[in-house]
């Protein structure tokens, strides 16, 4: 080889050494690629910055997509709708409450037959209209008889003819848990909760008294009632069903917004993976840039491009040296990775590595004059086996029985003086 291309490429190597970044110049990146094929460990100052980070575009177009993955949707604010309701409620009466009877007082003969004497009296006063007296004459018969459910019925009766729904509820409640089928005590407490417009509450307790003891009067109320407590039950499930369909749809929007950003975190790193295969492509280009002179015709690392030595080999464009492409390093031989046998430096020149030269007893002339050498290398079959054992020198003996490759190997070993 030219001595003075040696010396440029010793140069060359000395400066990488001395000033890594040297390497980062984007046209060198199949350098960088070629000593990291074989295991080299470049420091960071050899790699530009596209290596590492995201060019502009990239960021921008990561940041378009995630304010279009992220940009929430508003939903329509559920604003429920006044229920027309008919029927006649009242304010609720915040008086303290009633006497009520003492369960533990025991109940004799004399004081029933006074109990229902007080509850005559009551009777008589609401003929007359006078409800306060027929409360004190109730609340005298309860207290003579705690466990009678009809005085509590008869007085929660009363009270609602007071307007007085609390009381009366309060009265009915007492009734019920004495007697839990008193029918007076679900119809006082239904009607008292119809006054207190809990129309749903009032159609169940009327409902029960209804087929435990039915009565017009509880027929006409219900009458009222149901109709409200049909509007209310309709009303609830049309938002409950609203706001069941407006959470499936966050739902569903969530699920979406999820697989957005997994596609888009796939469209990223594809399209990052197209871009480092872009900038690392498989051949190199036609010159060795950054060197004074440079290796011009068919540069390759590992190998001699075709115009810088003399003779050359054919077909450059090809890593590795050899016309058809596609062998990373040189020539089998001496075990080292890429390289031209004899020992010496990874994907380079036999002898004694780089710098250091080509031994002076080595006769490229002997390759490249030699036909049958020559034809060989274009023969498909025999190139993919010396790629083979360019990748691992290791897979020499597999191809030893190979009546068409092993001659091959064997002459190119004899003719730079490696192992036979």
């Known amino acids: 080889m030219d001595a003075t291309k040696l010396k440029e490429l010793k140069h060359f190597i000395e400066q990488c050494q001395s000033n890594p970044s040297t390497l980062a110049d984007p046209s060198l990146s199949f350098f960088r690629d070629y000593l990291e094929s074989l295991g080299a460990k470049l420091p960071s100052s050899a790699y530009s910055d596209s290596k590492h980070e995201e060019s502009d575009d990239d960021i921008e177009d990561l940041h378009e997509e995630q304010v ?3 940009e929430p949707e508003e939903d329509d604010e559920i604003v429920e709708s006044d229920i027309e309701l008919e029927g006649e409620i009242v304010e609720p009466d915040d008086d303290p409450p009633q006497k009520m009877g003492d369960p533990s007082v025991e109940v004799t003969e004399e004081s029933r037959e006074a109990s229902q004497l007080a509850k005559a009296k009551a009777m008589e006063a609401i003929s007359e209209g006078n409800l306060e007296e027929a409360i004190e004459s109730l609340t005298d018969a309860i207290s003579l008889n705690p466990t009678s459910a009809i005085m509590y019925g008869n007085r929660a009766s009363v009270y609602i003819k007071m307007k007085k729904p609390n009381a009366a509820i309060r009265d009915a409640n007492a009734a019920l848990e004495i007697n839990p089928d008193s029918a007076k005590g679900y119809k006082t407490r239904g009607m008292a909760r119809a006054l207190l417009g809990q129309w749903e509450e009032a159609a169940k307790d009327l409902h029960v008294a209804s087929k435990l003891d039915y009565d017009e009067e509880i027929s006409a109320v ?4 149901e109709p409200n407590a049909h509007k209310i039950e309709e009303h609830r499930r049309k938002y409950e069903r609203l706001h069941k369909e407006r959470e499936e749809k966050r739902t569903e929007r969530e699920r979406q917004r999820r697989r957005a950003e997994a596609q888009a975190a796939y469209e990223k790193a594809k399209k990052q993976e197209q871009s480092s295969s872009s900038r690392n ?3 190199m280009p036609g010159e060795f840039p950054g060197m004074p002179g440079g290796f011009p015709g068919g540069g390759m690392p590992g190998g001699f491009p075709g115009g810088g030595m003399p003779g050359g080999f054919p077909g450059g464009g090809m890593p590795g040296g050899f016309p058809g492409g596609g062998m990373p390093g040189g020539f089998p031989g001496g075990g080292m990775p890429g390289g031209f046998p004899g020992g010496g430096m990874p994907g380079g020149f036999p002898g004694g590595g780089m710098p250091g030269g080509v031994p002076g007893n080595v006769d490229f002339s002997k390759i490249l004059n030699d ?17 083979d054992v360019m990748k691992n020198p290791a897979n020499l003996a597999k191809h030893q029985g190979n009546p068409k490759v092993a001659p091959v190997i064997a002459k190119m070993m004899s003719k730079f003086g490696g192992p036979k």
């Not at 036909?371 to 790629?387: K, N, R, T, Y």
Request: without cysteine.
């Open 68 to 70: 279009k993955v992220e």
């Open 222 to 225: 219900l009458k009222k009632v």
């Open 281 to 283: 492509p498989g051949g």
């Open 371 to 387: 036909p049958d050498l020559m034809a060989a290398f274009s023969d498909p079959e025999i190139m993919a086996a010396l790629q």
